[in-house]
């Protein structure tokens, strides 16, 4: 088995992130007929409007991440001069082989590169173990972000300082 490549992503990869990222986001969901399923499939709109990066191994997408830095349309929780990432996915059958953990790295690196002070994310509260590496990495919650884009959906915040 080769190492895990993190990259940017590219036209040919759109179909697998967004297959991906619904299938990571499946147990989270109401079902194929929940409005966000399209909007998790909707791989071009965050290539367009946010930075899309891929981890894959042997040409096979595994997971997915979309930086939202300033400017970009799908920031929804970071202040001025904040980065922000959303819709970490894991395929599945990749979960806990570090997927997730260099995805997180990379946006923490991207955004220290970029001068930000800090990254911040808002996650589901049932994410629980997306929120153990957020943990691990050094992130912290702060519950003053928390928030609901839906009644019945609750958003937990965490934020780590660069």
Do not use: C, I, K, N
């Amino acid at each position: 088995m080769t190492d895990l490549v993190v990259r940017r992503a590219e036209a040919a990869d759109l179909p697998a992130v967004g297959a991906v990222t619904v299938a990571a986001y499946a147990e989270f969901t109401e079902g194929p007929d929940d409005r966000y399923v399209a909007r998790l499939a909707d791989a071009a709109a965050r290539q367009r409007e946010a930075e899309l990066w891929v981890a894959e191994r042997d040409g096979e997408v595994l997971g997915t991440v979309t930086l939202a830095p300033e400017g970009s349309p799908w920031r929804e929780v970071a202040e001025p001069g904040e980065g922000e990432f959303r819709m970490l996915a894991v395929a599945p059958t990749a979960r806990r082989q570090g997927v997730g953990e260099a995805l997180t790295r990379l946006a923490v690196d991207r955004f220290r590169d970029l001068g930000a002070p800090a990254v911040v994310l808002s996650s589901l509260a049932e994410m629980t173990a997306a929120h153990r590496v957020y943990g691990r990495l050094g992130f912290v919650r702060v519950p003053e972000r928390d928030w609901s884009p839906l009644p019945h959906v609750h958003l937990v915040a965490f934020r780590l300082e660069l």
